[in-house]
């Protein structure tokens, strides 16, 4: 499969998948995270397995991995080197994420994250197989 048909699927999935995220009860969740009651206290913003905040990091991270696979590529890597270590880069920036979330009021560090982080660096090498 070309790079640029690659680019193609990536960008599709990425408008749709932010499409569901503008109509998702997850940006309701964060706009009204301040308690109307006592404004000192703010609630988390919800978590749930399958969330449009999940998708958007699996496709985020799956992106991720197949640009900076390809990118690696093109600059002498071989193609198991640069599947490696584009995953490890897409790991890092996701932990780095969360990392940052936990230290914002109302949010939190999120191993649910993580692992769909994983689940899209999973399927990004699952596409770069694909030749």
């Known amino acids: 499969m070309s790079s640029f048909k690659l680019i193609i699927i990536m960008v ?3 408008l749709i998948t932010s499409k569901l995220a503008a109509q998702s009860r997850f940006g309701a ?4 995270s301040v308690n109307e009651k006592d ?5 988390m913003a919800r ?3 399958f969330g449009t905040d999940k998708g958007l990091h699996l496709l985020g991270s799956m ?3 197949v640009a900076a696979s390809k990118t690696l590529q ?3 890597f071989t193609f198991k080197k640069s599947r490696i270590f584009a995953g490890g880069f897409t790991l890092t920036v996701g932990i780095g994420k969360e990392t ?9 560090f999120s191993l649910k994250d993580l692992l ?14 694909i030749r």
């Open 12 to 14: 599709l999935l990425g």
């Open 29 to 32: 969740t964060l706009a009204g």
């Open 39 to 43: 404004s000192t206290h703010v609630k």
């Open 47 to 49: 978590d749930d397995w």
């Open 63 to 65: 992106m991720l991995t």
């Open 74 to 76: 093109r600059n002498d």
């Open 100 to 108: 940052y979330d936990a230290t914002q009021k109302g949010n939190h």
């Open 116 to 129: 769909a982080d994983g689940a899209g660096i999973l399927i990004a090498n699952l596409i770069l197989s």
